[in-house]
């Protein structure tokens, strides 16, 4: 008789929220990353998971319902991140717009347990943790015109060109999340690798329902958005001579029904 893994803390994230995903026939843009938990972010985790945690299951997401309690107005934005490392950026972000819901996931167990720590420390009630894979959230779990925004930064490149199939900006990907995105949202990607931002630049620029809200020469947001805070992953990949591309893209109005992958 199978049976569902438990979590590796109580009430924490779940070891497989989605265990028929797996069975997908598609390509995965991620490796799941538990790694070494420590003592303060597993803390975290079991003290505040049941109220901040979601773990993506494919069941229907209520943001409001959510984000209740966390002083946003009934139909405040939310924002999407998809890969926040240790969420550091992210808990910056979320302090510089407390009316904004940062709706943060990642595959990453300590990272998990870090943000919602962070989030604890500084009494940051606008950010939500989701675990697993954001191609379900995105198709199963919101609905159309739910999100103000979406952010990828700094995805794996997958640098080698067997793998660039893996990569997270394809023309699939962006067609599903814009299809969840209001009108006016943001779509702000940013990466150190220049055949990925060449990548997503083609991507996004092809995308009917998206416009490049930067007209620059390049294409890229220039100057670097300021709103956006510098990692650690960031300034070690500029101290060995990358260079950073941001691109940042409006949602144009609705004119087609909401695709699914």
């Known amino acids: 008789m199978s049976r569902t893994p438990t979590p590796r803390f109580a009430g924490g994230p779940a070891a ?6 797996h069975s997908e026939r598609r390509i995965r843009t991620f490796h799941p ?3 070494r938990v420590t003592t303060g972010q597993a803390a975290a985790l079991e003290r505040h998971w049941a109220e ?6 494919g069941s229907t997401l ?11 107005a009934p139909d405040g934005p939310v924002v999407l991140e998809i890969g926040f490392g240790m ?16 709706l943060a996931a990642d595959v990453h167990t300590p990272g998990q347990g870090n943000l919602i720590a962070l989030a604890e420390r500084d009494g940051l009630s ?4 989701a675990n697993g894979d954001a191609i379900i959230l995105l198709r199963d779990m919101l609905a159309p015109d739910s999100l103000a925004g979406l952010r990828v930064y700094f995805p794996d490149p997958w640098p080698k060109a067997r793998h660039h199939k893996r990569r997270m900006i394809q023309p699939e990907f962006v067609a599903l999340a814009v299809s969840r995105l ?3 949202a943001t779509v702000h990607c940013a990466t150190d690798w ?17 416009t490049n809200a930067y007209a620059t020469q390049s294409g890229y947001a220039e100057p670097r958005p300021a709103f956006r805070p510098m990692t650690k992953f960031e300034q070690q990949g500029l101290a060995k001579g990358h260079v950073v591309h941001d691109l940042v893209f409006t949602r144009n109005a609705r004119t087609a029904s909401a695709p699914t992958a």
Not at 87 to 102: C, F, H, N, V
Request: no cysteine.
């Open 16 to 21: 497989h929220p989605h265990p028929e995903a």
């Open 33 to 35: 990353r538990r790694g």
């Open 52 to 57: 901040w945690g979601v773990d993506i299951d």
């Open 62 to 72: 209520d943001l409001p319902a959510l984000y209740q309690g966390a002083g946003l």
């Open 87 to 102: 969420g550091d950026a992210t808990a910056r972000m979320a302090a510089a717009d407390p009316e904004t819901g940062i």
């Open 126 to 129: 606008n950010i939500r943790v």
């Open 182 to 184: 209001r009108p006016g």
């Open 194 to 210: 220049e055949p990925y931002a060449e990548q997503m630049l083609e991507v996004l620029s092809a995308d009917p329902d998206l």
